[in-house]
């Protein structure tokens, strides 16, 4: 029997998926990448479900929303646990790379990824890894502020994230056509960014070309994040 349990939710504002991660028996719970517009939902969610949430997960300092992460932990008084690269003031947990934290019987790892950000970070549980803004579906996240590095971020993906088995599910912070996830096979074969069929020069040569829009919310988004979301 699974005693383990994955609610994929959404803010349709910033097209931020969030996490909320539970084991059936105890009830225990996590959530990864809140959005502080939706902390009512989320703990709506939380108390009809009966749950104790225990730790909010970051997988990086996000530029497009700002977290729930404190609200949450006034709530609910669970642990905000950030990469210990992230530079955040006020969480209670800096996990560094291969840092593995138990939820009852089931093992989190926590993997560095770097190149999105220069803090950003991937979880993995049974199967499934939550990649952040660092590997998209059939994407990757963009590279041009924030200590970004389109070197690191594909030196993190291929050696990295892409030694997890093939039928690995992978659920991303962000999908913006429609997609809800997808696996470590499908972004190896047909990730146009990363996939196996593209080398290293070739990525580079890529996000030089691209011309990203300024997120709207970066500068009311960045300073409260480095806060764990504190306004």
């Given amino acids: 029997m699974n005693n383990f349990k994955i609610k994929q939710l959404f803010d349709y504002d910033t097209w931020t998926y969030t996490y909320l991660l539970w084991n059936k028996s105890s009830k225990n719970c996590i959530i990864i990448d809140p959005v502080l517009e939706q902390v009512d939902r989320d703990i709506n969610l939380i108390n009809k479900l009966k749950l104790n949430l225990l730790y909010v997960f970051e997988t990086h300092v996000h530029a497009d929303h700002i977290t729930g992460a404190s609200s949450l932990k006034k709530i609910t008084n669970a642990k905000i646990c950030y990469g210990s690269k992230t530079g955040v003031n006020g969480a209670d947990i800096l996990f560094e790379d ?14 560095h990824t770097p190149g999105h950000t220069g803090g950003c970070v991937s979880y993995y549980i049974k199967g499934s890894i939550f990649t952040g803004d660092t590997l998209f579906i059939e994407g990757t996240g963009r590279t041009d502020f924030q200590e970004g590095s389109s070197s690191d971020i594909y030196d993190s993906i291929k050696n990295k994230i892409f030694l997890y088995p093939d039928n690995t599910i992978v659920y991303p912070c962000h999908n913006y056509s429609g997609f809800l996830n997808s696996t470590i096979g499908h972004e190896r074969k047909f990730n146009p960014n990363v996939g196996d ?9 890529n996000e030089k070309k691209k011309n990203r829009p300024y997120p709207k919310k970066f500068d009311i988004a960045v300073p409260a994040n480095l806060k764990c979301g504190k306004v």
């Fill in 98 to 111: 291969g840092h593995q934290i138990n939820l009852d019987n089931d093992n989190i790892t926590v993997i």
């Fill in 197 to 205: 069929e593209i080398k290293k020069n070739i990525f580079l040569e």
